[in-house]
Every structure is written in structure tokens, then in C-alpha cells.
């Protein structure tokens, strides 16, 4: 295999059209000089003529279909959209946006018209080497991941998920005044008379609240694991990518984290990560949480736990459903704005005032004979002080915004023991 130079961005969260100005063209620029450009998908397309899911990802994700121009010209030629926002349009969502992919000939995995297809790695065939990539998803409720049919039924469309379990471990003394508690109350009713009569299996080992899982141990604190019924399909995947392609890349959006720090992956994420380099992938594409997180070079291969957002217009979508409204006591006279004002308490919290939101990266590096020996990171600004119309939009940053994002990025991988230095306001890791 001759040399590949690969670029990848976080989230495209992309509601409205993108001025061709001099940002673009800067942005067109240098993601055309790679052979393989990604991005993560993270909005559905449609006219409004499907129904809206009852519950949604934070925002009932949608955009005119032009938008996808948009993207392509920009140059990117690899998506994603396996994500919390999949299903927030329903089963019609999902198949509209994936006419319109399929219509502009973009290559797209993750989803699928059932379990099989949404598992399934694509394809990019670039002049020196065939890139595969697959798309899988954790933050996503039950009824958004794709099913696979039987004989006699038909399969779910829908996203490629890996389930976890968080299991919350208790000292053995806590944990029988745990039970001793709830069964005072009829908080678990639904759950004991589901294993009754046989609607849910039995819990071996521990004590269910809910669906929440509780076990005793000396060493209390949560942890998370996967699902391993869904790791196992997944890394089926990577082991046919790996023997049909010369590069693998493993996409995963994950807004799980470690406690309340939005920076630290969850257990089951990192577990994760390193099982797909085990398994054959050259590289593992995190996004989800809206923010970097932190890289891991593990045995030569690059981890992105997250590589924040490269767009997002989550404060211009166009319409909401009835929904929205309900979450924040407005009725039909409302508008999208009055909400949008509602949700940030007039832009004064929540992700419009959190400035790491709106500055980013893009990590490019090149692959020969499969060694990675060098990655370096673009830094991004996404108009954070802009208001809400402007804000979102992305464009390479000036120095002094540069220079921070590598220092916080640095930060944040300096646990994993990777070292980032900066070369004029270019984050350079070199892997020995």
C-alpha cells in the first residue's frame, strides 16, 4: 500500500446553508489536499414531510436537504450518522436522509434498512489505497438501533449500536439497606412483577431499581460495559474490513462519559476503542459529547475519544414539533425562537455559552504500509461570539485561538501519556 493521508472531523451538526466566503474556501482547501475526508453526520434531511419521534436526541435534528451541498463541496467524502439524533424523525427520518445521501452518491455507513446494512463497513477507493469505514453509535434509545429480519418479519431500520450496562457497585452493608429500602415502597413493582412472569429475565448477581443496576463490593464507584452481543458483531465487521481494505477507521458517537467531567470517556467507550484497534481498525474516530476529548496512541494507532464538532447549528433549526414546546411550558403560538430562548435561558447556559462547543480540530495524518508516524491537528472556530444566526459556523482559527485549543487538547491527552507539541499553531504528535 502506498502512502493515504486521511483528515477527520467531529460532528457536522450543519441546519443552514454555508456562505461561499473565505473561510470556506480556506476549509475547501485544505481538507481537498487529503485523499480521505470524514465527518460525523449528526442531522437528518427531509422537507417536514415525516413525523416527528416523541422524545429526540436534545433537539429534533432536521435541515433542508441543500444542505448536504454543502458538505460535498467542502470536500468531504466520507459520512457517518449513526447517533443520538438518528431516530428523532422516526423510521421516516431515517429513510428520507438516506435517499438523499444515496441521491448525491455520498458514501455513508453506520445506518442501515436493518441491522446487517446499518453494521455493515463502506468503502473509499482512493488512487493508493481502499479505506473502509464503520459507523456505530452508544447514545441511542433501544427503539432507534435497526433490527435484522427473520423468516417471517420484516427487519427495523435504524442505527448500529453498541449497548453498554452501567452497573453502580455499593459496600456489601449499603446495598442490603439499599433493597431494604425500595422494597418499603412500590418504586420497583413494575420491575419484580415484569421477572414474575417471565416480561424480563431475573437479575444474577446484583439488584435491579428500574433499569438501574446495583451490585455489593467492597470498592464502591459506577463502571460501564458493553454489550457484548453488539461488540462481537462489530468487530465481525472490522475483521472483513480489514481483509477487503488497507485502512479500517471505526467511528463511534458517545456522549457517555466518566462522572460528570464531559471530557472523560466512559469505561465501556475506552474498553471499546482499544478492542477495535485489536481487532484490525488503524484508527478510532470518537465525536458525540460536543467538546475534545483527549487521544491515545495505543500500540502505534491513534484513539480520538472526541474530536468535538467541525459544525453546529443546533440554534437554527428551522421547525420543532409540539414537543419541543411542551418541554418548556410554551403552546401553538410559540416559535422555534421562543424556545430556543427558553432552553439557554436567553444564550446564558448550556452549550451556546460553552465556549469549547465552538473551537475544535482536525486531525490529518498519512498511512503507509500501515504505520502512522505523525498526526497533526488543525484548530477550528466555530463563531462562538457571533450571535445565534452566525454562530456555528466553522473556519481555520487565527493564532491565539489555536494556540489554546492545542493546549487544552494537550491537556486532555497528557493522562493517556501522549504528548502534543505546537509547531505554529499546529498541534504535531509524533508516534515512535
Not at 422516526?90 to 442501515?112: E, F, P, R, S, Y
Not at 423468516?151 to 453502580?168: E, F, K, M, S, T
Not at 446495598?175 to 419484580?192: G, M, P
Request: proline share 4%.
Amino acid at each position: 500500500m502506498k502512502e493515504v493521508s486521511i483528515a477527520l472531523t467531529g460532528d457536522s451538526f450543519i441546519t443552514q446553508r454555508l456562505p461561499r466566503d473565505s473561510k470556506f474556501a480556506a476549509l475547501q482547501n485544505f481538507l481537498g489536499a487529503h485523499d480521505v475526508r470524514f465527518t460525523n453526520f449528526e442531522i437528518l434531511l427531509h422537507d417536514f414531510e415525516v413525523y416527528p419521534a416523541p422524545v429526540s436526541g436534545g433537539t429534533w435534528a432536521v435541515a433542508r436537504p441543500a444542505v448536504l451541498q454543502d458538505l460535498k463541496d467542502l470536500s468531504f467524502n466520507m459520512f457517518t450518522w449513526a447517533n443520538n439524533h438518528t431516530i428523532d424523525w422516526n423510521l421516516g427520518g431515517i429513510l428520507t436522509t438516506m435517499k438523499h445521501l444515496d441521491d448525491n452518491k455520498c458514501l455513508h455507513a453506520g445506518v442501515g434498512r436493518n441491522l446487517e446494512e446499518a453494521s455493515q463497513p463502506k468503502y473509499l477507493d482512493t488512487p493508493n489505497a481502499r479505506v473502509a469505514i464503520i459507523g456505530v453509535t452508544s447514545t441511542m434509545n433501544e427503539w432507534g438501533m435497526a433490527s435484522n429480519p427473520r423468516r417471517d418479519v420484516l427487519g427495523r431500520p435504524g442505527a448500529n449500536v453498541l449497548r453498554y450496562q452501567a452497573v453502580h457497585k455499593v459496600k456489601p452493608e449499603d446495598f442490603a439497606k439499599l433493597k431494604e429500602i425500595v422494597e418499603q415502597t412500590e418504586v420497583n413493582a413494575n420491575r419484580l412483577l415484569n421477572e414474575k412472569e417471565g416480561f424480563t429475565k431475573p437479575v444474577v448477581g446484583g439488584y435491579y431499581v428500574g433499569n438501574i443496576r446495583f451490585e455489593p463490593d467492597e470498592n464502591p464507584g459506577t463502571v460501564t460495559k458493553m454489550n457484548q452481543k453488539d461488540a462481537a458483531r462489530i468487530v465481525r465487521a472490522i475483521k472483513e474490513a480489514k481483509r477487503q481494505a488497507d485502512v479500517v477507521l471505526v467511528s463511534h458517537h458517545s456522549h457517555e462519559r466518566k462522572g460528570l467531567d464531559k471530557h472523560l470517556p466512559a469505561d465501556f467507550a475506552r474498553d471499546f476503542a482499544k478492542l477495535c484497534i485489536d481487532s484490525g481498525a488503524d484508527a478510532f474516530v470518537g465525536h458525540g459529547p460536543h467538546i475534545w476529548r483527549g487521544i491515545e496512541i495505543y500500540n502505534g494507532h491513534p484513539i480520538f475519544y472526541s474530536l468535538g464538532d467541525f459544525i453546529f447549528q443546533n440554534d437554527c433549526v428551522e421547525r420543532q414539533p409540539t414537543e419541543f414546546y411542551d418541554l418548556y411550558d410554551l403552546n401553538q403560538e410559540n416559535t422555534v425562537a421562543d424556545g430556543l430562548d427558553a432552553r439557554s435561558a436567553n444564550d446564558t447556559r448550556g452549550l451556546a455559552v460553552d465556549r469549547q462547543c465552538y473551537e475544535s480540530a482536525i486531525a490529518s495524518f498519512k498511512i503507509t504500509d500501515g504505520k502512522i508516524s505523525r498526526i497533526e491537528l488543525k484548530p477550528l472556530e466555530l463563531n462562538f461570539k457571533a450571535g445565534r444566526a452566525m454562530r456555528g459556523r466553522p473556519g481555520l482559527a487565527d493564532l491565539e485561538t489555536a494556540n489554546r485549543v492545542i493546549s487544552e487538547i494537550a491537556e486532555l491527552s497528557a493522562p493517556y501519556g501522549t504528548e502534543i507539541t505546537n509547531e505554529n499553531g499546529v498541534g504535531i504528535i509524533e508516534i515512535k
